[in-house]
């Protein structure tokens, strides 16, 4: 039994400074605020995506068979929602490597559209990133393979089509990428039970079950859900076994931002961002993720009790920003305590390295500005390579957003430094191995990156807000890894299109 969602109809005083001429809008920003807390069932046992069991081929790699599918998916009673997914129905299983370990893929497109599949954070050659020049035709498999040479993270794989990865990802094309590595750290570890993977989406369901991918009129970043799913699960719960509990969350969603935390504002541990381990926990009772990010956090409970994860409101985008779901008070998952829990052992004081990029020592600087579907004025285009970065070189970005949206800055086949966030030292959220920084309304960030090997003068890679509808609408440029000595070439095949 599922309860209708709760509209709160507040009007505030962004809602009402905008009432009389434009009454509409006014209206629109008055209904947008959504509170559900309180109103989800929590009566489906979470979903735990499966790992997907790898073969071994002569050369002993890992091999995954993975295949694009279309399906149905019971998600409420009534109908079933036309879905995509990857060996299933809805979303894929989770791929688990070991750093040096070599992976190989066989991404079979059985859908009736093209698409690709992209390792989101993974260091890896260009022509095995899955990005727009790596689409799958209907029908024809995909074999990349590559040696997974990084820290332990929580990584993910989706779709990547030009300008049609927003609709790839919300009718289900997506998967978690977990490397391990063997620094053994004291955190928990079991897949499932105290160690629990975490993809966090928004939906909008019509009148007959299937998703609505209508966007919000007068919203800047897309498809804002009023369901939040978890592993595709509505209204989840989590049976817990353990006194620690580590969760993997990824914000999975197009344009919905997350500011996680539990109802009751406990403490938790923030372990591990995009790109691995942070140098220490930090506690904190909240984790904000916009698109694209990841963060591991590691939560205390006691036996017996109940705690619901939930989003609250972040401060974003000022009176409009409701309309983009910011002002959303959202219930997520909860956990359950069994009445007698597993001992673990205390998160660790140390963990990853610190990154420590000499900014000093940068071989080029650059600056992005987004804004108006274009960086640095420009809309991607498949056969304009931006430009070339010189292998193990250490360089300087710096990422603006000069309008009044959300942004955020996603680059292919690197973690990054965070050096400063508008000036100021970056929180400890963004002091780790980041792939996706938030940049709020404003903000002037600035990154330090290094790439150290995947040379290629020709093949791309991709860097973009991760704003899904953004990043389709032409919000990002392509840049290639040069060697020593080498210089920019062509797109492969960039004639040929004319
Ligand atoms: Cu998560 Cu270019 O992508
Ligand atoms: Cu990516
Ligand atoms: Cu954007």
Redesign the pocket.
Known sequence: MRRRKAIALTLGIGGALVLGPAGFYGYRLAAAKLDTVGEVAFDTPLAVPPLAEPTRDPSGAKVFDLELRSGRTQFADGAATATWGVNGAFLGPTVRARRGEEVAFTVRNGLDEATSI?W?GMRLPAVMDG?PHQEVAPGETWTPQWTVDQPAATL?Y?P?PHGK?AAHVYRGLAGMFIVDDDADLNLPRTYGVDDVPMIVQDRKFDGDNQFDDGAPLFGALGVIGDRVMVNGTLGPYFDVTTRLVRLRLLNGSGARTYHFGFGDDRPFSLVATDGGLLPEPWETDRIRLTP?ERAEIVVAFAPGETVDLRSYPSDIGGPAGRLDGFADRLDVCRFRAAERLGEGTEVPAAMGAAPALDAAEAAAERSFTLGGDKINGEAMAMERIDFGVRVDTTEVWEVVNDNGFLHNF?V?NVQFQVLDVDGAEPPPALRGWKD?VPLMPGERNRLALRFSEHTDPNVPY?Y?C?VLKH?DEGM?GQFVVLGEGEEVGEVPGAHAHG
Do not use: L
């Open positions: 992209h989101h990005g993910w989706h990547h990865t694209g996603h292919h996706t991709m973009h991760h990043e990002m």
